[in-house]
């Protein structure tokens, strides 16, 4: 079985552990267990200090669907959400452009002011900070874990394909957690299924009273393949 030290030091080289990457994954929680961590979280503030906690009114489970394709510096991220997988976001990352695109308002965001669009209808917006980083999608780079969390490696098994540690995660009361707090500061423990190889989290759930409140789990993963570079074409992205 793994010792610790090795753990952490995946867990710490997992954002540059590979060339290319392709990868689907969901993250999907019902009200009542986002509303348990949110509550939590709330709980946990100084006395006198304003709280607001934004709970999730639908009793019926919430899904938002990712797929992410990157090479050593270009990515592109499509997610959308459950019940209205018309309603889906593109975003290509270059070194010196960036690109976000709604696909069903025809509504292109871009920091390259030289763009001109090929289509008319599509609304363009200039922008130099919008969209996401790289490193908000937690379970690639799980590195900022380190220094709130501890961890027990469990055992290991296999999972979509791929050798994993299972691993126990818990909060270090106190500690400064940057990283979404509601979600990382709140449950009982967190499990973890890290990718053997190449250390970033296929699976990760946060779990109250044994009951898995909010789940990432990856569909479908593939290291070092070749990506055909006009999956990152914004021709192509518009045309989808």
């Known amino acids: 079985m793994m010792v610790l030290k090795d753990l952490l030091h995946l867990l710490y080289t997992a954002h540059n552990s590979y060339q290319t990457l392709h ?12 509303n348990s961590l949110m509550k939590r979280w709330a709980n946990q503030q100084p ?10 009114s639908s009793p019926q489970q919430a899904q938002i669907d990712y797929e992410l394709w990157r090479t050593q510096n270009v990515w592109r991220v499509d997610y959308s959400q459950l ?24 509504k292109l965001i871009t920091n390259n002011r030289q763009f001109v669009s090929p289509d008319s209808s599509i609304h363009i917006q200039y922008s130099g900070a919008f969209g996401r980083r790289l490193h908000e ?12 969390h501890h961890f027990e490696v469990e055992h290991d098994t296999q999972y979509v394909g791929r050798p ?26 967190y499990q973890l299924l890290v990718d053997r190889e ?24 593939a290291f070092n393949n070749q990506i055909d570079s006009s999956i990152f074409s914004l021709g192509i992205v518009i045309s989808e």
Do not use: C
């Open 164 to 189: 994993v540690h299972v691993i126990k995660a818990t909060y270090q009361r106190h500690a400064e957690m940057l990283h979404e707090p509601f979600f990382w500061a709140t449950a009982d423990e």
């Open 137 to 148: 999608f937690q379970l690639l780079d799980p590195s900022f874990l380190l220094a709130t």
């Open 83 to 106: 019940n209205n997988q018309e309603e889906k976001y593109i975003q290509v990352t270059k070194p010196n452009e960036r690109w976000s695109y709604d696909t069903q308002r025809k």
């Open 47 to 56: 006395i006198g200090s304003f709280t607001y906690i934004p709970t999730a």
């Open 198 to 221: 190449y250390g970033i989290l296929l699976r990760y759930a946060a779990l109250i009273d044994d009951t898995e409140m909010a789940v990432t789990e990856t569909q479908q993963v």
């Open 23 to 34: 990868i689907r994954w969901q993250y999907h929680y019902t009200s009542d267990g986002i």
